[in-house]
């Protein structure tokens, strides 16, 4: 028997299979973690969202920027739905998308096993949180996710403010921590989020540092594995097991051992498209003090290109 936890899949069906192939992985023996962001960009979504899904009784999975977006554009009208593209609009069209969707939504934000040690996340933790802290806040947005007032939180998720503060209440919080969980890459030693700045560490400006190493950050008593930081490839540190290695991107898609005595890795060629040139951001005004962004202001464009 063996656990494994899986990278960012991207709806890349193909490299997937065979991953698991590679795994020689046996759903009567075997677990599978998956670190979010399963569809998007790969052009085979729904086909790999079903595959999780018929893998549900052996894996956990949690959740990443891409799959709240796509339950965001779910609740949409079909008009705004056949905006998005195609690939996303294969899940969203297709005959079970209401099952495979409503299943995605019940997903986690941090998935725990102090057994073995470990807490996945998407993407990062807040340099003050402890793990105890960062399961409690997964489970506040995780129960409102799954209860009838979810469609208000999904419509209410976009944008880059607040910063994430304990006396935060309301949307703001919920988009405080569902932006921690999910887009974290570089951010201040008070936890300000750098959403522009994606490359690899040493790219970013000066007072900005990796999530995982930010001086003073609280103690962590659990190993955490992740994905969402393709640039940042395999990385192994601090406590940290950074496992998105760009599979979408003609990287690889990776795999870790979690059960085992010695680390183990196991990668598999992903699809053969480059990744595309960083785009420069047009220059906006920086919000007055105590100004935030507007709810809404993500909205237009596809919140999981972040």
Not at 49 to 71: A, C, I, P, Q
Not at 113 to 130: E, F, I, N, Q, S
């Amino acid at each position: 028997m063996a656990t494994w936890a899986i990278g960012d899949l991207q709806g890349c069906y193909d490299v997937t299979q065979r991953l698991l192939e590679k795994l020689r992985f046996d759903p009567a023996a075997d677990r599978l973690w998956f670190c979010g962001d399963l569809v998007n960009r790969g052009g085979q979504s729904v086909e790999t969202l079903r595959l999780v899904h018929s893998l549900r009784e052996v894996s956990h999975v949690v959740l990443g920027n891409h799959d709240l977006s796509l339950l965001a554009i779910g609740e949409r009208t079909p008009d705004e739905q056949r905006k998005v593209n195609p690939d996303l609009q294969g899940v969203l069209f297709a005959d079970d998308a209401r099952t495979l969707l409503d299943w995605l939504r019940t997903q986690e934000l941090a998935h725990v096993d102090r057994g073995l040690g470990w807490m996945m996340v998407h993407a990062g933790l807040a340099p003050k949180w402890t793990t105890q802290l960062a399961e409690k806040h997964a489970r506040e947005i995780e129960a409102k996710l799954r209860g009838d007032n979810y469609r208000k939180l999904l419509k209410n998720m976009y944008g880059d403010g607040p910063e994430w503060s304990p006396r935060l209440n309301g949307p703001e919080r919920d988009r405080a921590i569902i932006n921690i969980f999910t887009r974290m890459r570089y951010c201040s030693p008070r936890g300000r989020i750098a959403f522009e700045h994606k490359g690899e560490p040493g790219s970013q400006p000066p007072g900005l540092y990796p999530w995982y190493s930010v001086p003073g950050h609280a103690p962590r008593d659990l190993r955490i594995v992740c994905g969402h930081w393709s640039t940042l490839g395999l990385f192994i540190g601090h406590g940290v097991h950074a496992i998105d290695t760009g599979a979408v991107w003609s990287g690889k898609l990776s795999a870790i051992q979690l059960d085992g005595e010695d680390l183990r890795v196991v990668q598999v060629p992903g699809r053969d498209v480059p990744a595309p040139a960083p785009r420069a951001r047009p220059h906006k005004p920086k919000p007055k003090p105590g100004q935030q962004h507007p709810a809404g202001a993500r909205r237009g464009r596809d919140r999981a290109s972040d």
